[in-house]
């Protein structure tokens, strides 16, 4: 199929910060793609098999629900491993067989890496530091062996550090909120580990890319990020006017830097601008 034929999309995780903003990107394409969100729960076999076998066909899967902050993953690693991993298997293994040779783009992170002075390329080996990178790199692997079994064809965009003024809970931009707004007028703030390099992008940034792979029908693994690092202090700095209170004490003595090599990206024809 070329990247010019039409195009129905299934998206999983759709009502996620993430998922709408596939949507959009989506929606927004002069391709005029079809667009369905997926409307049950992945780990419900029987219900995925149903509404696959419905009678309606997809071209493309975007497989974007997760199981992400990673305090919720910490907290329940056993459902953790269930949706990010057997859910994964699931939706993917029921997709590929209503509709084959089908595309599938499963949605990754830049936390199957380990830390590293340099940026990091898709060919640096997977090194998780917590339970979250885990179960993405188990999905990973779950996805690629059933899309490989039912003769598939399957996209990794592996995401870096994400941001959107939609998210809550644990991330970072709304911890910062909430404490900017305990902080009272001084808007004197701690950042424990102030110092650690990331490479953050705006959510848009991420979906716009993950649409770029999916409706061009790109095969491989491919990191996603802006190729820059930035401190987190500064970071947060860029989003608000704030004092940071007990610097040295929250210096990270052992701050890590974790920044995308997005030179395999770029060569798609994807801009980052």
Known sequence: MS???A????????RGVLGQQ???AL?????????TLFPGDINDRPFVRNFMTSGRGFTHLIHAAAIVPTILVSSNLKQAYQTNVMGTENIIAEFLKANPDGHVSYVSSSHVYGNSKKAISEATPPEPLGSYGRTKLAGEFVASDVTMSLKGRICIPRLFSLYSDEQSGSFLLPSLKEKLEASGPKRE????GWNNIRDFSTAE?????VVHLASNSITGVFNVGSGKGQSILNFAKNQFKFNLSNKRSTIDPSATSVIADTSRLLATGFSVE
Do not use: M, W, Y
């Open 27 to 35: 929606n927004a394409s002069p391709l005029n793609h079809l667009v």
């Open 22 to 24: 596939i949507c959009k």
């Open 7 to 14: 195009q129905s999309f299934l998206v999983t995780g759709g």
């Open 3 to 5: 990247s010019n034929d």
């Open 189 to 192: 703030i701690e950042i424990f």
């Open 205 to 209: 940034f991420h979906a716009r890319a």
